[in-house]
């Protein structure tokens, strides 16, 4: 089964978070699929990780600005791997029908915002049902840490 991570955001928005976790995958020569659940998300986050700063190059396309098979990270809106992936990011309460294709998943959700939390805790609940291994990371001081 698939390895899902709950990644708890309480200390930093996603914007500054998932960049460095994208980072992680690249540095081991994988590949991901970001999904997003509106268009207009999409755009914003494709302009917000060209500009990000640590890291500096997080090369990745969309449908509307590049082609899937070159790029190692992938922004969409729909549950699709185009580029390859084994890596698939969950942001902005975006599921999938698909979790057992991908090696990982982490499921990114804002720990201010109750209405988050609360799907959050349905989505854990069904992949914990659908026998995924799960993990459970909180913000902290220090970075990550592992809470389950």
């Known amino acids: ?3 899902i991570g709950f990644y708890h955001l309480t200390r930093t928005p996603m914007e500054a978070a998932l960049p460095r976790l994208l980072g992680r995958v690249l540095s ?3 590949r991901a699929v970001v999904r997003v659940g ?3 998300r999409l755009a ?5 990780l060209w500009l ?3 890291p ?4 990745h396309g969309t449908p509307q600005t590049g082609n899937a098979d070159l790029q190692p ?3 969409t809106t729909e549950d699709e791997a185009p580029n390859g992936a084994r890596f698939l990011f969950l942001v902005d309460g975006a599921d999938s029908a698909r979790l057992g294709e991908y090696d990982r998943v982490f499921d990114l959700f804002d720990g201010q915002d109750e209405a988050a939390t609360a799907a959050a805790r349905r989505r854990w609940s ?4 659908a026998g995924h291994v799960l993990t459970y990371w909180q913000q902290g001081a220090r970075g990550w840490e592992k809470k389950a």
């Open 28 to 30: 081991q020569d994988g």
């Open 126 to 129: 069904a992949a914990r049902a």
């Open 1 to 3: 089964m698939t390895e």
């Open 56 to 59: 500096d190059w997080l090369p």
């Open 73 to 75: 990270i992938w922004l």
């Open 38 to 40: 509106e268009p207009e």
């Open 52 to 54: 990000c700063a640590d």
């Open 44 to 48: 914003a986050l494709d302009t917000s």
